[in-house]
């Protein structure tokens, strides 16, 4: 029960300043998003405590219906492994920090329960996909973290750059969301099932299973494979997708610290790691993931070394880090991965952060040639 409060906690929180905000004020808005976050963090770090140390089993929460449509059942779960555990820890830690960090960087701005609503809902909807049970509450996680980056990026939305960045970012991920959509069809096809305690015991079952097409077998586990990382390549910003990153930079400082450190942009290697059972039995999709993921991880450092902006070399860094990241999932490294993942949300975070307090003290300069 205290984990599923955790979970809906910044729900709340986004509701209250996003509804009420203009009535109850700047600073109240501000303090119950951000006090709700905090709880959020300590049920995070509660439940990693218990199953650290206290040996908690694997255990999923129904909370409530979801989809009911004749045999098609999906319930909203609260599934806690090890995996989920370690996400609510980065995801919660460093948003409340975030919330914290937006109260001094955002004094001087009209809209404050506006931003910290926006934040909250973020929060949110990654929450939502990392303790998902089942692909459909994944996918609406998915969706929800890309409308939530949507509007922060976009919101200073009177600054016509901020308007294009946040309109690219949604389209290129729209891109990338459709191949994850035909990936889930695939996997519904496949196995009659999106629960994932359902769907990993039959995977032995299904690894010499072929589709015959344009003359050609394929195997029908890679192709769900591939279909889904194409999802992961957008959210994650990898090579071909990797467009909408350094733009996203027009938004306020804070959402870019959230975004690429601790949300948006490490869902696709959580993804690819909570899937991890499917790629096992899929090495044509790891060869591919592992190949891009090494051609993101050269090709985003490379361009980073030629950046002026301060928040766009940071930018093409996290693209260039989480290339590493998938290129050792696709190796079959996935503690490595989620290892990097975690060490890297933390670090990044506190980059974007520090390079807030640059910005501010520079006067919004962000060109590093001009920074002495």
């Known amino acids: 029960m ?83 555990a370690t996400m609510l820890i980065v995801v919660t830690t460093v948003s409340s920090l975030v919330h914290l960090y937006s109260w001094g960087y955002m004094a001087e701005d009209d809209s404050r329960p506006r931003f910290f609503a926006y934040l909250s809902l973020f929060t949110f909807a990654m929450l939502a ?34 308007s294009a960045a946040a309109i690219k970012a949604f389209v290129v991920n729209r891109v990338g969301d459709f191949g994850f959509a035909l990936g889930i069809f695939t996997v519904f096809w ?76 490490t869902a696709g290697v959580y993804m690819v790691c909570l899937l991890s059972p499917i790629y096992e039995y899929a090495p044509g999709a790891s060869q591919i993931i592992a190949i891009i993921g090494a051609v993101t991880a050269l090709f985003a450092a490379t361009v980073g070394l030629t950046q002026n902006d301060i928040k766009r070399v940071i930018a093409y860094s996290t693209c260039s880090q989480l290339g590493y990241m998938f290129f050792a999932a696709g190796v079959g490294a996935y503690q490595a991965a989620m290892f990097h993942l975690f060490t ?24 590093m040639r001009k920074m002495g």
């Open 2 to 84: 205290l984990v599923t409060l955790g979970v809906f906690a910044p729900l709340l929180g986004a509701a209250i300043a996003g509804f009420f905000g203009r009535r109850i004020g700047n600073i109240p808005s501000q303090a119950v998003t951000t006090g709700l976050l905090f709880f959020s963090c300590f049920v995070a770090w509660t439940v990693f405590g218990q199953w650290t140390w206290g040996h908690l089993e694997p255990f999923p929460v129904t909370v409530a219906p979801f989809i009911h449509v004749g045999d098609f059942v999906s319930n909203w779960s609260v599934r806690v492994d090890a995996l989920s």
């Open 190 to 265: 496949m196995f009659g099932t999106i629960q994932f305690a359902e769907l990993f015991p039959q995977l032995p079952r299904m690894a010499g299973h072929t589709w015959e097409f344009l003359g050609r077998d394929w195997s029908a586990l890679d192709l769900a494979g591939f279909l889904l990382f194409i999802g992961a390549m957008g959210k994650s910003a990898q090579f071909f997708l990797h467009t909408w990153l350094p733009d996203a930079m027009e938004g306020p400082t804070p959402v870019s610290a959230l975004i690429h450190a601790a949300t948006m942009v």
């Open 344 to 367: 890297h949300a933390f670090f990044k975070a506190l980059l974007f952060l520090g390079a807030g307090s640059v910005i501010h003290g520079m006067h919004h300069e962000q060109d």
């Open 129 to 162: 996909l990392v303790t998902a049970a089942d692909f459909m509450q994944l996918f609406f996680g998915w969706e929800g973290v890309g409308l939530a980056s949507y509007l922060l990026i976009g919101f200073w939305y009177k600054k016509p750059t901020a």
